[in-house]
């Protein structure tokens, strides 16, 4: 992949990622903070129920972590199989005769431009990706408080 679009795809990543948790894994990650002290203040709680009841704190979070995780590792997956097309397809073009400098040149020009398209191309889906996630998480929180309440 060119250099300056690996740099953009990772900016526009860590963007988002930035963006849910300041939005999201934060406040996940501070309600399992006080929902642990709780735990620990209760002192009707045996040792293993204090640990049970802080595991039960920690779920949210973890649910949360592991969706955004998966998302972006299926993300990083897509973008990494769109290269592997481009550097197929350029393989493929090559064919059994070593090619000349000339022709590698040209195919370098080829497996950039595709590269670059690939970056693009899945640039173009993070705002959705961005939204799904969201969502996800909003619904998450939002059956925890409807738990709470019951």
Partial sequence: MVEPQRQKLEHEITNLVDELDKSYLRNFQRDMHLCAVKCCDNKELSMQGVQS????????????????QQELSNFQNRVQRCV?????????????????????EKL???????????????????????????????????????????
């Fill in 84 to 104: 592997m097309d481009c550097n197929d397809d350029i393989r493929d073009k090559m064919g059994p005769v070593n090619p000349s400098d000339a022709d590698m």
């Fill in 108 to 150: 370098g020009r080829m497996f950039e431009k595709c590269a670059t398209n690939c970056c693009e191309k899945n640039i173009n889906t993070l705002p959705t990706l961005s939204k799904n996630i969201k969502a996800f998480l909003s619904n998450l929180g939002t059956e925890d408080a409807l738990r709470s309440t019951n």
């Fill in 53 to 68: 009841c802080v595991e039960k704190c920690s779920k949210r979070l973890m649910k949360a972590n592991n969706h955004v």
